[in-house]
Nanobody, 121 residues
């Protein structure tokens, strides 16, 4: 059983910062890509940032220069440091991981339950 547990969401004023964490636990052989997505009310879920196991990162254009994704492979944890937050960053943020539970398992995608980020103007 694999679990992704997010933490760090909350209410912050525009211009403020938050740091999200997502810890992966359970039967894990190897984690490949990890990512953060977000979904605002009435909108589709969108990719915010990704990190490969080797540390290569990519960002959605609107968060470049403000958000930083990082990971601690020894702790199976991915982080999202969010600075200079804007009201349009308000959304439920989800972490996602592509991983194998055994050496012969297929690569599967797992999701966290989501954490609310609200940015007030």
């Amino acid at each position: 059983q694999v679990q992704l547990v997010e933490s760090g969401g909350g209410l912050v004023q525009a211009g403020g910062s938050l740091r999200l964490s997502c810890a992966v636990s359970g039967n894990i052989f190897r984690i490949n890509n990890m990512a953060w997505y977000r979904q605002a009310p009435g909108k589709q879920r969108e990719l915010v940032a990704t990190s490969t196991s080797g540390g290569i990162t990519e960002y959605e254009d609107s968060v470049k220069g403000r958000f930083t994704i990082s990971r601690d492979n020894s702790k199976n944890t991915v982080y999202l440091q969010m600075n200079s937050l804007k009201p349009e960053d308000t959304a439920v943020y989800y972490c996602q991981a592509d991983l194998r539970t055994t050496s012969i398992d297929l690569l599967r995608s797992y999701w966290g339950q989501g954490t609310q980020v609200t940015v007030s103007s």
